[in-house]
């Protein structure tokens, strides 16, 4: 039976499937189909493999200890994901935190976060421990080609030493744009999950958009009236993905095939479905970015304490574990 209205969709992705083909021959120097199966045949098994591999496994559940639930509470109480960045420190998403002081930076509703949610019915494992009610940093929108929406809150309570610090495994200036990824989180406020998943390219999101469409064309109205009410667009330091974490993990760490930290998942370019929210696709902001606006916010605001995590290299992986892992 065919799909109503698809025949326009199709002939849109047929006409750019040569073109497609061409760009990415160039960019792989491949010289005929036969070398362009045999590089995707390469690429899939890669792809299974990565996060396969007991010890990057093992890695990932270490590095998920930082990572915990965060709890809004007050008049429109709502869930999300926030990690260890240094410190007491813990970084989630701007729009997270809906009731704040514009000037003073006070936060009226009361956050709490929970680390080791991990089993419901085992209240007694995990860890919960307040938020101080003044924002360390925070910045939501567009400045330049870049689009930032972090909020960088500070916890009241002791932690445990034992909980990684995610920007120990953070390394400078490492930004990826294709390949596999994992994302850690608390998706539709649920105990912590991971979703392997794999980079859409920049010249492939488009490609990505259509194969979406054409898979859901009942909906092709709602994802247009959606995307003409939010604008939606990609900035400079957009990474997009496909994700099946949607609401509440917002603030979930996401790292790159050597279990570094490469961004902070933020949402979807979502629309209204029979059976709730769809979403074309998904996406991170880089960390690069947003670290040095969090410097930029802590000279500005004298927060020497902010400042001596991130001007310490002991705080970053040592030089030679920068390098990209080829294994």
Request: aromatic share 12%; charged share 30%.
């Amino acid at each position: 039976m065919e799909i109503p209205n698809s025949k326009e969709i199709l002939g849109i992705l047929r006409d750019q499937f040569k073109d497609l083909l061409e760009t990415l021959k160039q960019r792989e120097n491949l010289k005929n189909n036969t070398e362009v199966q045999n590089f995707f045949r390469d690429e899939y098994d890669k792809s299974v493999q990565s996060f396969g591999k007991v010890r990057k496994v093992k890695e990932i559940m270490r590095l998920s200890e930082s990572v915990c639930q965060i709890r809004v509470e007050g008049s429109a109480p709502c869930k999300a994901t926030g990690f260890l960045l240094f410190g007491k420190f813990i970084l989630t998403n701007a729009h997270v935190i809906k009731n704040y002081d514009l000037f003073t930076w006070r936060i009226h509703d009361p956050i709490k976060a929970a680390f080791n949610f991990e089993k419901k019915s085992d209240k007694g494992n995990f860890t919960v421990i307040p938020v101080k009610d003044t924002l360390a940093a925070y910045h939501f929108g567009k400045e330049g080609e870049n689009h930032f929406d972090f909020a960088l809150l500070e916890l009241n309570g002791e932690i445990p030493e034992t909980f990684p610090r995610l920007l120990k495994s953070y390394s400078k200036d490492n930004c990826t744009t294709t390949g596999e990824i994992c994302i850690v989180g608390h998706p539709n406020g649920e105990v912590k999950k991971t979703d392997p998943c794999f980079i859409i390219a920049k010249e492939n999101r488009q490609k990505a958009e259509m194969e979406h469409i054409s898979e859901n064309i009942n909906f092709y109205h709602f994802m247009t009236q959606s995307s003409m009410k939010e604008k939606w667009s990609f900035s400079k330091n957009h990474m997009t993905y496909h994700s099946c974490f949607f609401h509440g993990s917002s603030g979930s760490p996401v790292f790159d095939r050597k279990c570094r930290l490469i961004g902070i998942h933020t949402g979807g370019y979502v629309y209204q479905g029979e059976k709730g929210y769809r979403s074309v696709m998904e996406y991170a902001y880089a960390i690069q970015p947003i670290l040095d606006k969090i410097q930029n916010l802590a000279e500005k605001n004298k927060r020497t304490d902010i400042l001596e995590y991130l001007n310490d290299s002991k705080h970053y992986l040592p030089q030679e574990d920068q390098k990209m892992d080829t294994s």
